[in-house]
């Protein structure tokens, strides 16, 4: 019976630990756009994709193979962050730069 205690204190006091660490370990990043648009791109540990916000609505873009940088995409929606932190969003056949707050 101790022993089962102490698995469970153990068990509980991990969980507590995980759910601690959670949502320091997410990235939230607002960014506003020269058009005038602006959305928020979230990225988690272990997940690949970028996460937006973007006119309303929540997009998940994959990353992408990129020479410099980092590229995510899904459909006509491109997100690129270049190493200096230059980052441009295109949608369709537009295309505009954007900066983070």
Known sequence: MRRLTFSAIFAAAGLLAL???A??????????CRDGSEFVA??????SRAHLQLDGKAVAL??????????YARGDITLRIAKNGATTLKRGRRTTDCTAD
Do not use: E, N
């Open 62 to 71: 994959a990353k992408r193979i990129a020479l410099g940088g980092s590229r």
């Open 23 to 32: 949502p320091a370990q997410r990235i939230f990043t607002t960014y506003h």
């Open 42 to 47: 979230a990225f988690y540990p272990g997940d």
């Open 19 to 21: 759910c601690a660490q």
